[in-house]
């Protein structure tokens, strides 16, 4: 657990400055080598036989696709789908199995979704006048609800949320996160955004919650398909990159979505 907390900390002792002083740009340069990594992790699981050229190839489009979500972003289904047709199509070439070919096409093609196309709204929410405010409202209803979850699920979890996926989810630590991730909101609201309406930040921050609960499942389904326990192992007591923001892949274009009608954000 002393692990967990301090490579916890350092991260975010790493990207808070950057979220703070860096501006849009800076969140694009943050976003880039986590984008890279998470991909990579994700490639590894879904497709360990990938040749490293076509894995580096692969990791570019990533990187290329999220940048198009992120400065045009009604280019985006055009791009995705080019880069979906040659998902399927270099495999079926390249590969003499069937079968091989078929499950590479399907996996690739899901992470260039997955991962690059999900994490682009974290940059986008950081564009916006209140970009600062908005970016720490979704990390305090997204991170401290994974925090509260899994100290409530330590200390008081009993009843399994959903065991075929994540034995260890319990439902009592998804309500603790849930108290942690609204009071954490609350928080933010009072430092950072005082013209944000009440009602609507409680509400939005239990709904950001429950979808970055839905956010880890989901990535606990793919490693447990993949037959992996985590994502990759450059944070101690936490896993890999993806086992991180598994959550935000989520809540990130959900609050993205809510801000496409801004007067409900009003007071």
Do not use: N
């Not at 692969?58 to 791009?79: C, D, E, Q, R, S």
């Not at 260039?112 to 916006?128: D, E, K, N, S, T």
């Amino acid at each position: 657990m002393a692990t967990r907390i301090i490579a916890g900390l350092v991260g975010l002792a790493f990207v808070v400055p950057i979220l703070v002083w860096g501006g849009p740009t800076g969140v694009w340069w943050l976003m880039l080598p986590f984008l890279v990594i998470a991909l990579d992790e994700y490639v590894r699981m879904a497709a360990p036989e990938l040749p490293l050229l076509e894995r580096v190839l692969y990791l570019i489009a990533g990187v290329g696709l999220a940048a198009v979500g992120v400065h045009a972003t009604p280019m985006l289904p055009i791009v995705l789908a080019l880069l979906f047709m040659a998902c399927v199509t270099v495999p079926m070439f390249a590969r003499p199995e069937v079968d091989l070919a078929a499950r590479q096409a399907v996996r690739l093609g899901f992470g260039l979704v997955y991962v690059p196309v999900l994490m682009a709204p974290l940059a986008l929410i950081r564009m916006q006048p209140d970009g600062m405010a908005l970016i720490f409202y979704l990390l305090a209803s997204t991170w401290l609800g994974d925090t509260g979850a899994y100290f409530a699920g330590r200390a008081f979890g009993k009843t399994p949320l959903f065991p075929r996926v994540s034995p260890k989810k319990t439902r009592e630590g998804v309500l603790g996160g849930l108290l942690l991730a609204v009071a954490g909101a609350a928080l933010i609201k009072v430092l950072l955004a005082p013209d944000l309406s009440w009602p609507v930040v409680l509400v939005l921050a239990a709904v950001l919650d429950s979808a970055g609960v839905v956010g880890d499942l989901v990535e606990s389904m793919l490693k447990r398909a993949f037959g992996v326990k985590d994502s990759g192992s450059i944070m101690p007591g936490h896993g890999g990159i993806l086992d991180r923001i598994d959550s935000l892949l989520f809540t990130g274009p959900l609050l993205w979505a809510v801000l496409q009608v801004r007067p409900l954000l009003a007071p």
